[in-house]
Nanobody, 120 residues
Framework: QGRLVESGGGLVQPGGSLRLSCKTS???????????LGWYRQAPGKERELVAT???????RYADFVKGRFTVSKDNIKRTVYLQMNSLEPEDTDVYYC???????????WGQGTQVSVSS
C-alpha cells in the first residue's frame, strides 16, 4: 500500500523560496511514472485545489495562480516528487498535500500535509 510523506514546509518572507518534498513508499516505478502525482493545497474552510502535478502521460499541469513561480519535478530512483516554490506571496499560505492517483483509478493517496506560511 502506498504512503506519501511530505516535508519542507515552513515560514518564509514574501518573495522567498521553499522546496517541498514528497517521499513515496510502497509505490512501484510504473505507478510512480504512469499516474497523476503532484501537489494540492488547502486553506481552512476552502476546498483543496490543484497546485501542480504530473499527469501520468508525460506532461504536467499547473494552476493559473502559479504564474511560472512553481516547478514540479521528480526523482524516479528516490521515488520522490518535489515542488520548488519561488517568489512566494502571502496568498500562498496553505497546507500543501502530496497526491497520487494510481493509473487514474480514483483510488487516491494523500500525504498528511505540510504547512507553508508566507509572512513578513
Amino acid at each position: 500500500q502506498g504512503r506519501l510523506v511530505e516535508s519542507g514546509g515552513g515560514l518564509v518572507q514574501p518573495g522567498g523560496s521553499l522546496r517541498l518534498s514528497c517521499k513515496t513508499s510502497g509505490v512501484i516505478l510504473s505507478v510512480f511514472n504512469g499516474s497523476p502525482l503532484g501537489w494540492y493545497r488547502q486553506a481552512p474552510g476552502k476546498e483543496r485545489e490543484l497546485v501542480a502535478t504530473f499527469d501520468g502521460r508525460g506532461g504536467t499541469r499547473y494552476a493559473d495562480f502559479v504564474k511560472g513561480r512553481f516547478t514540479v519535478s521528480k526523482d524516479n530512483i528516490k521515488r520522490t516528487v518535489y515542488l520548488q516554490m519561488n517568489s512566494l506571496e502571502p496568498e500562498d499560505t496553505d497546507v500543501y498535500y502530496c497526491h497520487l492517483n494510481p493509473y487514474s483509478s480514483g483510488a487516491e493517496y494523500w500525504g498528511q500535509g505540510t504547512q507553508v506560511s508566507v509572512s513578513s
